[in-house]
DNA sequence: ATTTGTGCAAATCGTTTGCATCTGA
DNA sequence: TCAGATGCAAACGATTTGCACAAAT
């Protein structure tokens, strides 16, 4: 809603990948992107679509998710459990994850660990390495 | 059973974690122990018991990698979707994960990402980092 | 008009739980 | 004996699916 412009790339970033750009799927869209580097689950963006009164419905909302991952706009995160992560940032970057919270966060660039690619097994490549910090709140004392 | 030895340091490890050595207990420790390293899953486990005619339920496995993961006999690795892997070589190194076969494989030590440990933010430590080494089959050419 | 997307509810999958029965110390 | 373990089936939570209705080109 703030950004006209936003909207109009999202509408064509979405035609590119083939996807009609409907209702649920530019309101979703411009959810997911228009607060900067995000972390959220199906569930999460749901609550949040209806809460803005965004009519949609989790089915429809996992449906753009998957949608938007296939055409790169945004990525899924491992983490464990059921819960499926997803994070509109798809630069290659690393998770510190609070399992206490189950809260993702991005590991800023200088802080980064620095992964040293390794030598795939014969006939395999490397499609993408993801590297997870599990923190847990520092016991006072 | 090919080695008394690997059953009583078992049964041993299962009495310091305050677990009864238990006839289910024992054959799933002997099956994930037994071939070296393993990853694995709760259903795999399962059916190579019943393989086995080890008369053991699925929800006993479940337990009993619970139980064994607490005691840090065992670990869990967290890769995505579902199901959750197991794994019998509990110290620190890191995955390869064919996603089109589901099937996970340790990094040998010496093609090991080196990984700088990152600067936890404010009031959190870290407990773990895990690295999932994505792979795909080479396409040939 | 035709194709594609959406919403609902039911179905699925891995996992967990409640509870009656059994087992090991 | 009896606390702890097991097995079964029902319960669960996240996700997917089938299908009738609605919206986009």
């Known amino acids: 809603m703030k950004d006209g412009m936003t909207e109009k790339s999202l509408t064509g970033r979405l035609r590119s990948a083939g996807l009609r750009p409907t209702k649920q799927r530019i309101a979703l869209g411009n959810l997911m992107f228009e607060h900067g580097d995000r972390h959220f689950t199906a569930e999460m963006l749901h609550e949040e679509a209806v809460r803005d009164n965004i009519p949609v419905s989790l089915a429809t909302v996992y449906n753009t998710l998957h ?75």
């Open 67 to 141: 949608q938007f991952s296939g055409a790169r706009l945004i990525r899924e995160i491992a983490v464990e459990g059921a819960k499926t992560y997803f994070d509109t940032n798809t630069s290659n970057h690393y998770h510190y994850f609070i399992e206490s919270e189950g809260r993702l966060m991005d590991v800023e660039a200088s802080e980064s660990p620095m992964v040293k690619t390794p030598e795939p097994p014969e006939g395999y490549e490397i499609t993408q390495i993801d590297v997870l910090v599990r923190l847990r709140r520092k016991t006072t004392g």
